[in-house]
């Protein structure tokens, strides 16, 4: 089987609860017979720090593109990447998942 990019963004109080919910909803979507490319494929995920200057979608797309970066292990974690507070939904913050799943 191959492997597929993913990026998934929610809002939620923590990125915890963001995970869960968008991979409750891929699930959903897609099946749970696995093999889907999505972020439901994935139990858990790890922090990704932008750098200096960079955007929270700039630093998503420069560890996607990286063929090295720990993200793109489609049998390891997703990546999530504080978007910040979310303008459109106070109380609530901006989390932005990716990597690579089983397709």
Aim: aromatic share 10%; glycine share 12%.
């Amino acid at each position: 089987m191959g492997a597929q990019q993913f990026n998934a963004t929610g809002s939620a109080t923590s990125a915890v609860d963001a995970f869960l919910t968008l991979a409750d909803h891929a699930r959903h979507e897609h099946g749970w017979g696995g093999y889907t490319g999505t972020i439901g494929e994935k139990a858990d995920f790890r922090m990704e720090q932008p750098r200096d200057g960079e955007t929270p979608l700039d630093c998503a797309k420069r560890c996607s593109e990286d063929p090295d970066h720990w993200s793109n292990d489609k049998w390891g974690p997703a990546a999530c990447v504080d978007g910040g507070p979310d303008p459109k939904r106070p109380g609530l913050r901006i989390f932005h998942f990716f990597g690579s799943a089983p397709s």
